[in-house]
């Protein structure tokens, strides 16, 4: 697979969840800054590439669109298949899917950027309203979460298993917003040990916020 183009911003979240799957697969991409602050996103030039003028959108060498970043990552995982990012099993596969859409689907969408901007210009947020918000959030989704994890033999080193995969690629992206806005991570101590699991690897270190050509 070449000629990859990954639109994206540092500080997204499922920018980064796609960002640790292509370096996971070991595939070369070329990266491609929209700063969503700036509203760059929401200029001609990139919603002439993706009409909804969200990130991650990855546009493959036939000019293929993909956005979504779970739908994005399925497809290169069933391309790619090496290493695999979801188990053989029926069941392994809708426990992993489960996990990664406790974050990217109950989390994720109430605490985006479009959600918390909106939050101050249209609801008069102060900066700690905002950040109690994604706290509050976080944490209804990270309680269960890390019952779930706990209270599986599933659960390995990683969300399932020994090895990382789609789970795990949501579970990191989301702890390293939550450092944004000081989560108190001590509630989730099996969701704290995966991701330093996760962050020791080369491709999670690879495709952290910090570690991009935009990062500030």
């Not at 739908?71 to 489960?98: F, H, N, Q, W």
């Not at 974050?103 to 102060?126: M, Y």
């Amino acid at each position: 697979m070449s000629d990859l183009v990954l639109h994206n911003y540092f500080r997204s979240s499922t920018s980064h969840r796609v960002r640790i799957a292509l370096e996971m697969k070991g595939l070369i991409y070329r990266y491609v800054a929209h700063h969503l602050r700036h509203g760059e996103h929401l200029e001609p030039g990139y919603l002439s590439v993706n009409p909804q003028g969200l990130v991650p959108a990855l546009v493959l060498g036939d000019g293929t669109l993909l956005t979504q970043s779970l739908a994005i990552i399925e497809y290169l995982d069933e391309s790619e298949p090496e290493p695999p990012l979801l188990p053989k099993g029926a069941v392994g596969r809708a426990r992993v899917r489960m996990l990664a859409q406790m974050i990217a689907c109950d989390i994720h969408p109430v605490n985006n950027l479009r959600v918390l901007t909106s939050l101050r210009t249209v609801f008069g947020a102060g900066d700690q309203d905002v950040a109690n918000w994604f706290r509050h959030w976080v944490n209804e989704g990270f309680g269960p979460l890390e019952k779930l994890l706990a209270g599986s033999q599933e659960t390995g080193t990683f969300c399932h298993g020994e090895a990382p995969g789609l789970a795990d690629i949501c579970l990191a992206a989301q702890v390293t917003s939550n450092t944004r806005f000081s989560v108190d991570m001590s509630p989730y101590p099996t969701i704290s040990r995966i991701h330093a699991a996760c962050m020791a690897l080369p491709a999670f270190q690879k495709a952290a916020p910090q570690n991009q050509i935009d990062a500030e």
